[in-house]
């Protein structure tokens, strides 16, 4: 099976090679780092499949996907992407699969067999019978349905809702720093102030999602607001957050941290 690797980001492209070369029979023919050398990559190289990273500064694997479709080209496309499962539920489906951020051997392993068998349903010559070309059309038909869905996420104005003196503050995601456990509340820190809130520390990483990580038992640390990262005792860090502050990484989630900062 020869295979194209799309990432802007080289840690991550350097991950998912290194886990797709330990697969028997997966040949990676090529990799790119942006949108249009995607393309011009693709026509040259001809892959059976191609992963695609979601989001790229130049575009979006979604629509790299559209283009090689309308360029009569329909090989086995698996997305890459950090979005949680609720947002990626429709990629779950025959003509197309997923992977999650960071990557796992496991489910590696799983994506590459579902390719093997869509390659082998294929007639020899290459050429689409009526039933490839119906499932050419499905396929155009669920990115249009996951493009739309993942747009709707992203344009979807998000805030947390805190209560405080009987009103009920709108507080954006964006301009959130952290949130610790203080005794037995939540305090959720921005640039200009904090809020003690009624929420765990657990709920609010399931509100809050994928640009949060538990980075230590008592804080939630928004990975854009990180200013730099400082190495500390026993493979730790401490992280300066943009207001100057500074929370720390526990062993138990630095594997984690590490994976998600390409560290």
């Not at 790299?64 to 698996?78: C, D, H, K, M, Y």
């Not at 640039?191 to 399931?206: C, D, F, G, M, P």
């Amino acid at each position: 099976m020869r295979v194209m690797v799309v990432d802007d980001e080289r840690p991550a492209r350097d991950e998912l090679c290194y886990l797709l070369r330990e697969i028997p029979g997966v040949e990676i023919v090529v990799e790119a780092g942006t949108g249009e050398e995607t393309i011009r990559k693709f026509q040259e190289y001809k892959p059976d499949a191609i992963f695609l990273d979601i989001q790229m500064p130049d575009t979006s694997g979604l629509d790299i996907a559209r283009e090689l479709s309308l360029l009569g080209f329909s090989p086995a496309i698996v997305f890459a992407t950090a979005y949680d499962q609720y947002a990626i539920e429709a990629f779950d489906v025959n003509a197309v699969d997923y992977l999650l951020k960071p990557f796992h051997e496991e489910r590696l392993w799983e994506t590459v067999e579902r390719i093997k068998k869509r390659l082998e349903g294929r007639t020899s010559e290459g050429i689409q019978t009526m039933t490839e070309q119906g499932q050419t059309r499905e396929f155009m038909a669920k990115l249009d349905q996951i493009y739309t869905s993942l747009h709707a996420v992203e344009g979807r104005e998000s805030k947390l809702k805190i209560e405080e003196n009987g009103k009920i503050l709108l507080i954006p995601f964006g301009e959130i720093l952290y949130a610790t456990i203080e005794e037995r509340s939540v305090r959720v820190v921005t640039r200009e102030r904090s809020y003690l809130t009624n929420y765990t520390l657990t709920e609010l990483e399931s509100i809050l999602k994928s640009s949060f990580l538990r980075v230590h038992k008592s804080y939630l640390a928004h990975l854009e607001q990180i200013h730099s990262i400082i190495p500390w005792f026993n493979n730790t860090y401490n992280l300066i957050m943009n207001d100057n502050s500074e929370i720390p990484v526990s062993r138990t989630y630095v594997k984690v941290f590490r994976e998600r900062m390409g560290l």
